[in-house]
């Protein structure tokens, strides 16, 4: 399958910066229309000024209801919507930091939430769209330090595997995408080492080539992706001593 991309209108929610800069360029270059959403419109008018193709600006706090109303009435008639939006910090749960774990739920799963009750209705009701969702392989079991993080990422994944199992038989397409590590202002975060860390270009690369593809979800690296998905099958005690 290849999806073509050519006149179409892509609403990038989370363009600004690292990986959703890099994501916009690409789905540009395809010859979408791109809607470039984030909170600052600084970063977003001077990605407009570096793609060659359209694009329209929509500033958007993904926390408030009807800021995300307003945006998505400016962004007008979708074809696509690609959720790049991700809030971290590294976080035990011995040092629970309250307004930081609900900043990231608030932006990882309910934000997309309401992005998506804007989205997913009007798509519906004309059988035709394409969603894709970023969630982690951090997400497929808990770790440690993650907290909100890792949680917040498990409620999209599984928000999104809902969507595709209820929207798999319509015209609406749902992908999900669950990246490592990859260098951008979140990852500076972390003080330990990073596997296999990505650079945001190589991984925009991976998920053009999964939104091409007509599978429903990419987990990668795929190594690594691998070991985060037979980590579901290893037993509670022998998993956590794994971990340390």
Known sequence: MMRDFNKKRYWIV???EGLGREVAKAVSRAGAHVVLTARSADRLHELADEI?????????????????????????????????????????????????????FDV?????????????????AR????????????????????????ASKAGLMVLAESMYADLRQTGVDVQLVNPGFVRTRLTDKNDFHMPMM?????????????????????NFPRSFGALFRVANFVPDWMYYRLLG
């Not at 035709?128 to 890792?150: C, D, E, K």
Request: proline share 5%; glycine share 12%; hydrophobic share 40%.
């Open 108 to 124: 990882n799963l309910t934000g997309a939430a309401r992005v998506l009750g804007q989205v997913v209705p009007a798509m519906v």
């Open 198 to 218: 990505m650079e945001p270009e190589d991984a925009a690369r991976e998920i053009m080539e999964h939104m091409h593809d007509d599978t429903f979800a990419k």
């Open 127 to 150: 059988d035709a769209g394409h969603i894709v969702l970023t969630g982690s392989l951090s997400g497929f079991r808990g770790l440690p330090n993650s907290i909100g993080y890792g």
């Open 14 to 16: 989370g363009a600004s």
């Open 52 to 104: 060659a193709g359209p694009s329209t600006v929509v500033t958007c706090d993904v926390t408030d209801d009807d800021d995300v109303a307003r945006a998505a009435s400016e962004a007008g008639e979708l074809d696509g919507l690609i959720w790049l939006v991700g809030a971290y910090w590294p976080q035990s749960a011995t040092e629970w930091t309250p307004e930081q774990v609900t900043t990231m």
